[in-house]
């Protein structure tokens, strides 16, 4: 009868543990809940800094573009893009739970003088895109208190990617669209960012194809 009871407990706690892994494996962690949809994406590599006019030196797509017959032509791109940015992050509990990244979060940093970030526009790349939010309505970032309010954020997305820390620099950006983007190939430099692990590569074939596309 021991013996029954033992093997009846035993099977109990691999199943109970079984469900217990299947219902960690659905459960996503550690999403994107701070960077928003932007209304424009500007994306930059070799092939837009070569190809385009002097005007635009990137692949932009804009919410608010319409064409004649009134229908707004880059929303779903957009959409998309969005998606694939936001599938990137995070991973499933069981993962994270063996990896010990159960915690982690996006962060955001505020960098002193010493330790400017930038990043390069990736004009000469044909391995990885440059690519800009930019939002009508100025965001905040709340760090220890204190309010920074931005309207660009960029980031990288390289080939091959994996799993690990990206940097997303954000900007307060006053002056006009093409200046920002076309006035150099100079590195686009910030003292505020977010950090959070993703891995983009989705993403990066969706924008490789994009710019194969038109270019």
């Known amino acids: ?17 079984g469900v217990a892994a299947l219902i960690l494996a659905l459960i996503p962690v550690n999403r994107n809940s701070i960077i928003e949809k932007p209304n424009a994406i500007y994306i930059i590599n070799d092939t837009t800094w070569d190809k385009s006019n002097d005007i635009s030196k990137a692949y932009v797509l804009q919410d608010y573009r319409e064409n004649i017959e009134g229908e707004k032509t880059d929303v779903e791109k957009i959409d998309e893009i969005f998606r694939l940015f936001n599938t990137g992050f995070g991973q499933n509990a069981l993962t994270a739970l063996f990896k010990g990244e159960l915690n982690d979060r996006m962060t955001s940093e505020h960098r002193d003088s010493s330790n400017t970030g930038s990043m390069t526009k990736n004009t000469t790349s044909t391995t990885a895109f440059s690519v800009f939010f930019y939002y009508r309505d100025t965001k905040t970032m709340i760090l220890d208190d204190e309010e920074f309010q931005y309207n660009w954020l ?23 669209t093409s200046d920002f983007l076309t006035s150099s190939s100079s590195p686009i430099t910030f003292s505020y960012n977010y950090n959070a692990k993703a891995n983009f590569n989705g993403l990066y074939d969706y924008l490789l194809e994009l710019v194969d596309n038109v270019y």
């Open 154 to 176: 960029f980031f990288e997305v390289t080939e091959n990617d994996e799993f690990s820390y990206k940097v997303f620099g954000v900007r307060n950006h006053t002056s006009t």
């Open 1 to 17: 009868m021991k013996k029954v009871i033992i093997c009846s407990v035993s099977i109990g706690l691999v199943l109970v543990l």
